[in-house]
């Protein structure tokens, strides 16, 4: 894998401090937050152990596998 300049380097919350160039405006905040909020209960929409083995699999390709 290549160089990465830290700047450029991402985790679970860099992009939080990045500028919203295109934001939807919501109407009703008081809904928008109870979406947000009962979003944050559910189970992710793809599993560590998915990642994993889409890793594994991208690598035997990259080795022609």
């Known amino acids: ?30 809904a928008l ?3 947000v909020t009962e979003m944050r209960l559910l189970p992710p929409l793809v599993t560590s152990w998915e990642i994993e083995s ?4 991208l ?3 990259a080795r022609g596998g």
């Open 54 to 57: 889409l890793r594994e699999q």
């Open 33 to 35: 937050e109870r979406v």
């Open 1 to 30: 894998m290549g160089y990465i300049a830290p700047e450029m380097s991402w985790t679970p919350e860099s992009w939080q401090a990045k500028a919203a160039q295109q934001q939807v405006q919501y109407p009703d905040a008081a």
């Open 59 to 61: 690598a035997k390709a």
